[in-house]
C-alpha cells in the first residue's frame, strides 16, 4: 500500500507550526498506523531530517500516550481503539492521511504532535481520589458492591486519559473525562464521603485549566477509545447539582 | 565488600514481625526534614511516593513519562494474586509462599517470599478501600480466577485490565499527596545518572525532555522504581520506552547486578507478522484458565484448525501434564511451545505459533460467558489479527515478557550502595528463576506500600547526613559526566539509526540469550554484542541537538545501555551451570527435556559487580537456605 501523510509539523510551542506532506510506500495491511510513522521516522532520519514527534508507550491502547488527530477524528476513522490500535488495513491505499495533534487550549503543543495534557493530572489532584492513608483499611470484602453498580463503575474507570474527548470537542470540554472519575467515585461506597467536594474542586480546576463546558453534541463519546458513555455526564451534573444545593 | 541480606532471625511466619519491631523509628515531627527522591511512578514508585509523604516525608518523584499514570503497570492484564481464601479452596499465606518458592524453581529468598505473601492480602484491602473496581460475582463480593503455577483460585482481577486499575489507584493516592504539597512530581525528566556522595546515594541527574536541559535533585536517599530491561531483546511485550538505564548507571556507581539472565518469556503473546513489527502484545495468561493450547500432530499440517479432527489434534500440555494441564508455569509453557514448532508441529503463515482453542469452553458456556470474563481480550486479539477467536483458534508465540533478575537489595529493598533503595520490577528480590502471574503486581504495591516505608526510616534514623548543595563535587562530577556522554553520542553522526542498532541487539540476544542457551552460542552472543557496542559507538546517527525535545537522543542513551547490560545478561547466563526456571542450559536437561537444576553448586544468588565496560564482572554469591520448602524436581505432572 502507499499513502500520501500531510503531518503537523511544529518545532516548539512557540513556534508557528504547518501541515507538511510526506509520501511513504510499501506499507502492508497489518502495520499499526505507529508502525507507519516508525517507517517514515527512519526515512526521515536517513535523509538527515528532524523525525516526527509523538508520544506512545505501550501501543496496546490502555498507556493513553499516543493522542492523535487523524482525518478529522481523535484516534482515526475506527471506534472503540486508540492511534496505536490503528492498522493500515483501516485505510484504502493510495489515501491520503492527515495527521494533526490533539488541539485544545489545556493541552499546549511541546513539538509536533506531542501536547502537555499535565492539566488532567491537576484535575485529579483537585479530588480524583478517595483519601484513605496506606493501612488500617477493612478487610477487601468487608463491604459488598452489587456486581451491577460494579461493572458501571468499572466502564467509568477504564478511562486512559487520553484527551480524545477534549480533542473531539467544539467546545474543547473534558467533561467526559472529568464524569468518568467522579463518576466511578459516585457510585461506589468508597466514594460517598467525599462525594460533594470531589464533584465542586474537580470541575473547578477543569474551568481552570481552560477546558469548556459541554454543549451535549456528544462527540467525546463518539470518540472515545474506551467508549465511555455520556450517561456519565449526566450523572455528574446531578451530583453536581446536588452538591451545590445542600 | 561482604553480602549481607540482614534476613532477620526467628521462625518464618515471625521474622517481618520481629524485624518491623527491631527497625529504628523516625519520630513524626522530624520526618519533614528527611528527602527522598523517588525515581519512576509506576505502580511501586507511585504506592512508594504516596506512601512515604503520607506518613510525612518530603518527597520528589520524577519520571520520563508525562504523567505517572501513563508507566508501563498499566498494561497489566490478568490480575493480583493474594491467599485470602475467599473462594474457600485450601488457600492460605503458606501456600502462595510455597507454591511461589516452587515456582521460582528454588533460586528466591525464602523470608521476602513469605513477606510477600503476608502482606499480599492488605494489598487487596488498600485497593478497594481506594475505590479500584475490582471484579465481584453476583453476590457482590469480590470474584477470584486461577492463573498459572497455582491450584487454587487466588488472583484477583478487574476485566483485562488489573493493572490498569492498580495504577490508577496508587496514582490517585499519589495525585492526593501532590494536591496537598507533600510531593513534588517532575514528568517529562529522564534520570540519566545516579549521585553518590561520600558512598551514599543522595540524588539524581536528569534531563528535560522538553527542554533538553540537565537538572540535578538532591535528597537523604534515592528509590528507584524504574521496571524491567526486556526490551533489551527490542521486541517484548514492554512498552516502548521501558529501558534499564536508571539501574544499569547505578549498576555502575557500585549497586550489585543480580540475576541478570532470569528473563521471563511468556507463553501466550500474538506472534510477530512482519519485519515492521514495533513491539509484542501480550494475551493475557488467564486465558490459560479456558483455553486449550494445540498443534496438529502432523508436521506441517496446513489445514483450518477446524477441519482438524480431535484425534489429530495434540493438546501436548495436558498430555504431558495432567494434573496441570494448560495452567502450568510459563517457563514450562513457553518452552513446549518452541518444542512444538522446533519439531515442525508450530501454526500459521509463520509455523511459529501454537493454537489456544476456547471452542470447547464456548461450547459449554456460552458466548457471552466469554465476553465477561475476557471480552477486551479477544477484542485486541482481532485488531490485530484480523481474525476472530470466538470462531477460530487464537495463535500464540513466547515473547520477552519479564526480567526477574535487577539489582540485589536486602531484606529492606537497600541495593549495595547506602540509601539506594530499590522497588518493583527494578529489583531481583522474589521471584527467583521464574515468575508466576499475577505477583509482579504483587510484589511492586508490597514493596511500594507496605515495605519500604518502614524499612527506609531505620535508615534515615541510623545515618548521618551532611547536606547536599549544588556545587557538591560528587553533584559537579556526575552532571559534567553525563552532559559529556550526551555530546559524545550526538558528535558520532553515523549511518545507522538507533533502532536499526537496536533491533540488531535484539536479535543477537533473541538467538543466543533467549528462550534456550548453552555454552558455544552465549560466548558467541558475548562477541557479537561487544563487537555492536562498538559499532553503535561509531555508527549511530543522531538528528537534532541535545538542547532541544529529541526523542531519538532519549533513544540512543538507552540503547547504549542496553548494549552494555546485555553483555552481563550473556555473562551471567554462561556461569549458571544449570537449569532453573526461565534459564534453560541445553547442557543440563532431564530425560524428559525439563529444566534440571545443579543445587549443589548453584542454590545461590549471583550478584555482580561492576569493574568497566569490556572488563569482565566480580561475581559475589548470596548462598540461599531453604529451610521451609525443599527443594525438589519441580513437577507439574
Ligand atoms: C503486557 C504485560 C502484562 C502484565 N500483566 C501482569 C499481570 O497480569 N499480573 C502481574 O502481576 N504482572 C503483570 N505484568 C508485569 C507487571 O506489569 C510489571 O512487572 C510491573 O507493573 C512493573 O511495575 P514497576 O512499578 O516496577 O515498573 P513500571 O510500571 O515499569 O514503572 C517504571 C516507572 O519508572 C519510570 N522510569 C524508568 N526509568 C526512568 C528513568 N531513567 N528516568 C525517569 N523515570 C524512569 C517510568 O516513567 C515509570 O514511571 C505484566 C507485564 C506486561 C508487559
Ligand atoms: S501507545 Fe499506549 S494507548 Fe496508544
Not at chain 2, 511461589?100 to 533460586?107: A, C, E, N, Q
Not at chain 2, 475490582?134 to 453476590?139: L, Q
Not at chain 2, 492463573?147 to 487454587?152: H, I, K, L, M, S
Not at chain 2, 520506552?241 to 547486578?257: D, E, L, M, P, V
Request: proline share 4%; aromatic share 10%.
Amino acid at each position: 500500500m502507499n499513502f500520501t501523510l500531510k503531518i503537523w509539523r511544529q518545532k516548539d510551542s512557540a513556534s508557528k507550526g504547518e501541515l507538511t506532506t510526506y509520501y511513504t510506500s510499501d506499507i502492508t495491511s497489518d502495520m499499526s498506523f505507529l508502525e507507519v510513522l516508525d517507517k517514515l521516522n527512519q526515512e526521515l532520519i536517513k535523509r538527515g531530517d528532524d523525525p516526527v514527534a509523538f508520544d506512545h508507550d505501550c501501543r496496546e491502547g490502555i498507556c493513553g500516550s499516543c493522542g492523535m488527530y487523524i482525518n478529522g477524528r481523535s484516534h482515526g476513522p475506527q471506534r472503540g481503539g486508540a492511534s496505536c490500535q490503528l492498522h493500515m488495513r483501516s485505510f484504502k491505499d493510495g489515501e491520503t492521511i492527515v495527521v494533526e495533534p490533539f488541539r485544545a487550549k489545556g493541552f499546549p503543543i511541546i513539538k509536533d504532535l506531542v501536547v502537555d495534557r499535565s492539566a488532567f493530572d491537576r484535575i485529579m489532584q483537585a479530588g480524583g481520589f478517595v483519601s484513605v492513608d496506606t493501612g488500617g483499611t477493612p478487610d477487601a470484602n468487608a463491604i459488598p458492591i452489587p456486581k451491577k453498580i460494579a461493572d458501571v463503575a468499572m466502564n467509568a474507570a477504564s478511562c486512559i486519559g487520553c484527551g480524545a474527548c477534549v480533542a473531539a470537542c467544539k467546545n474543547s470540554s473534558a467533561m467526559l473525562f472529568v464524569a468518568a472519575k467522579v463518576s466511578q467515585l459516585a457510585l461506589l461506597p468508597q466514594g460517598q464521603t467525599e462525594r460533594k467536594e470531589r464533584v465542586i474542586a474537580m470541575l473547578a480546576q477543569m474551568d481552570k485549566e481552560g477546558f469548556g463546558s459541554c454543549t451535549n453534541t456528544y462527540s467525546c463519546e463518539a470518540e472515545c477509545p474506551k467508549e465511555i458513555s455520556v450517561t456519565h455526564i449526566a450523572r455528574m451534573n446531578r451530583e453536581y447539582l446536588k452538591a451545590v444545593l445542600s | 565488600m561482604k553480602l549481607d541480606a540482614q534476613i532477620p532471625e526467628g521462625p518464618i511466619e515471625k521474622k517481618w514481625d520481629l524485624h518491623k519491631f527491631n527497625l529504628k523509628l523516625v519520630n513524626p515531627a522530624n520526618k519533614r526534614k528527611y528527602h527522598i527522591i523517588v525515581v519512576g511512578t509506576g505502580l511501586a514508585g507511585a504506592s512508594a511516593a504516596a506512601s512515604l509523604a503520607e506518613l510525612g516525608y518530603k518527597v520528589t518523584a520524577i519520571s520520563y513519562h508525562e504523567s505517572p499514570r501513563r508507566a508501563h503497570s498499566i498494561a497489566a492484564q490478568g490480575g493480583i494474586n493474594a491467599p485470602k481464601n475467599y473462594p474457600n479452596d485450601g488457600d492460605s499465606i503458606y501456600r502462595l509462599f510455597y507454591d511461589t518458592v516452587k515456582g521460582g524453581d528454588y533460586r528466591a529468598r525464602e523470608a521476602n517470599v513469605y513477606r510477600l505473601a503476608q502482606v499480599s492480602n492488605s494489598i487487596i484491602d488498600q485497593c478497594v478501600a481506594q475505590g479500584v473496581p475490582f471484579a465481584r460475582d453476583y453476590g457482590g463480593l469480590l470474584d477470584n480466577r486461577s492463573f498459572g503455577g497455582a491450584q487454587v483460585s487466588r488472583t484477583f482481577y478487574a476485566r483485562g485490565q488489573t493493572g490498569q486499575q492498580l495504577l490508577l489507584g496508587a496514582y490517585s493516592a499519589l495525585s492526593r499527596q501532590i494536591g496537598l504539597g507533600a510531593v513534588k512530581f517532575y514528568g517529562r525528566r529522564d534520570v540519566l545518572d545516579i549521585i553518590v556522595a561520600d558512598g551514599q546515594a543522595r540524588g539524581v541527574v536528569t534531563r528535560n525532555m522538553v527542554t533538553g536541559l540537565l537538572e540535578t535533585y538532591t535528597g537523604d536517599a534515592v528509590i528507584l522504581a524504574t521496571g524491567g530491561y526486556g526490551n533489551a531483546y527490542y521486541l517484548s511485550t514492554n512498552a516502548k520506552q521501558s529501558n534499564a538505564s536508571a539501574i544499569w548507571r547505578a549498576h555502575k556507581k557500585g549497586a550489585y547486578f543480580a540475576n541478570a539472565c532470569f528473563t521471563q518469556i511468556h507463553p501466550t503473546c500474538i506472534p510477530v507478522s512482519s519485519d515492521h513489527q514495533s513491539k509484542l502484545t501480550l494475551m493475557s495468561e488467564s486465558l490459560r484458565n479456558d483455553g486449550r493450547i494445540w498443534v496438529p500432530k502432523k508436521q506441517g499440517d496446513a489445514r483450518d484448525p477446524r477441519q482438524i479432527p480431535e484425534d489429530e489434534r495434540d493438546y501436548y500440555l495436558e498430555r504431558l501434564y495432567p494434573s496441570f494441564g494448560n495452567l502450568v508455569p510459563r517457563d514450562v509453557a513457553s518452552r513446549r511451545a518452541k518444542e512444538a514448532c522446533d519439531r515442525g508441529r508450530g501454526v500459521g503463515p509463520t509455523k511459529l505459533a501454537v493454537y489456544l482453542d476456547f471452542a470447547d469452553t464456548i461450547k459449554r458456556n456460552g458466548r457471552d460467558w466469554i465476553v465477561q470474563k475476557y471480552d477486551n481480550l479477544f477484542d485486541m486479539y482481532q485488531r490485530i489479527t484480523d481474525e476472530n477467536a470466538f470462531e477460530k483458534p487464537m495463535r500464540i508465540f513466547p515473547a520477552v515478557h519479564y526480567t526477574m533478575g535487577g539489582l540485589w537489595v536486602d531484606y529492606n529493598l537497600m541495593s549495595t550502595i547506602p540509601g539506594l533503595f530499590v522497588l518493583g520490577e527494578a529489583n531481583f528480590s522474589d521471584h527467583g528463576a521464574n515468575r508466576l502471574g499475577a505477583s509482579a503486581l504483587m510484589q511492586g504495591l508490597a514493596d511500594g506500600y507496605f515495605i519500604i516505608p518502614y524499612t527506609i526510616g531505620d535508615y534515615l534514623a541510623r545515618t548521618k547526613f551532611t547536606p547536599m548543595k549544588e556545587d557538591h563535587p560528587a553533584v559537579v562530577d556526575t552532571l559534567s559526566a553525563v552532559d559529556n556522554t550526551i555530546q559524545k553520542l550526538v558528535a558520532v553522526q553515523g549511518n545507522q539509526s538507533v533502532d536499526q542498532l537496536h533491533r540488531k541487539l535484539g536479535r543477537i540476544m533473541w538467538e543466543f540469550v533467549g528462550m534456550s542457551r548453552n555454552a558455544a552460542g552465549l560466548k558467541k552472543g558475548q562477541g557479537e554484542i561487544r563487537k555492536l557496542r562498538e559499532e553503535f559507538w561509531k555508527d549511530v546517527k543522531l538528528p537534532g541537538t541535545a538542547l532541544e525535545f529529541n526523542q531519538e537522543l532519549e533513544k540512543a542513551w538507552r540503547v547504549a545501555d542496553f548494549m552494555e547490560l546485555a553483555e552481563l545478561m550473556a555473562t551471567d547466563a554462561l556461569h549458571r551451570e544449570e537449569s532453573c526456571g526461565g534459564h534453560f542450559r541445553e547442557e543440563h536437561q532431564t530425560d524428559e527435556n525439563e529444566a534440571k537444576r545443579n543445587d549443589k553448586k548453584f542454590s545461590y544468588v549471583a550478584a555482580w559487580e561492576f569493574k568497566g565496560v569490556g572488563t569482565p564482572p566480580k561475581l559475589h554469591k548470596e548462598p540461599l537456605k531453604f529451610e521451609y520448602v525443599t527443594p525438589s524436581q519441580r513437577s507439574y505432572k
